[in-house]
């Protein structure tokens, strides 16, 4: 079975005046379609790099990305961007949700670039608070809610549009412990029951112990846990 996710030689360059910096070197790696996968390492070891390439926010300097049999990395702006909307449900540390909106208009915000009428996206940002336990809250704007539940309106956000592939960067980075369990045990009940392929950055060793699978990286280099350790 090919893999939902398929990195060969993969490497990422910035340009900083006349200084070229490697980020990501000769990266190789798969992903399975239902996986959950931690990527943990140091500080500017190229951990967001990585995920931001794998979720088409950004495109490598070499090497190559297929995700669910499309190379994204051939893909111009305007299809990487259309690709993006489709395919990949997005959640970050800090929850950007919009101030003014409420929990239910924050979630159908991804919607307003489908061609669903109002009624039916009204309809699918319902279910999908009821997924992240937050149907009672659908009319509360973000200041009338919890950290944890801003998070949960972020993934439900994430996840409205149905996408193949979630990406979360330091998901719980910004709740409190309790918080933070929620959240995750959100994200795993996600993977187990719903079948949803999760790449998460995370430096939490609790938060890794909820994926299926981790890896390390150093020095934009994917390492095995023993090296990362002796590092």
Known sequence: MSALIEIRDLS???????????????????????????????????????????????????????????????????????????RVGFVFQFYNLMPTLSAQKNVELPL????????????RAAIALQLVGLADRASHKPTELSGGQQQRVSIARAIVSDPTLLVCDEPTGDL??????????????????????????????????RASRTLHLDKGTLVTEAEAMAA
């Open 176 to 209: 409190d412990r309790q918080s933070a369990e929620d959240v995750l045990t959100l994200l795993q009940a996600l993977n187990r029951e719903h079948g949803k392929t999760i790449v998460m950055v995370t430096h939490d060793p609790r938060a890794a112990a």
């Open 12 to 86: 990422k360059a910035y340009t900083r005046g006349k200084q070229t910096v490697e980020v990501l070197h000769s990266i190789q790696l798969d992903v399975q379609q239902g996986d959950f996968l931690a990527l943990m390492g140091p500080s500017g070891s190229g951990k967001t790099t990585l995920l931001n390439l794998i979720g088409g926010l950004d495109t490598p300097t070499g090497g190559s990305i297929n995700v669910g049999g499309e190379r994204i990395d051939q893909l111009s702006g305007a299809a990487l961007a259309k690709w993006r909307a489709s």
């Open 112 to 123: 307003l670039l489908t061609k669903l009428s109002a009624a039916e996206r009204r309809k």
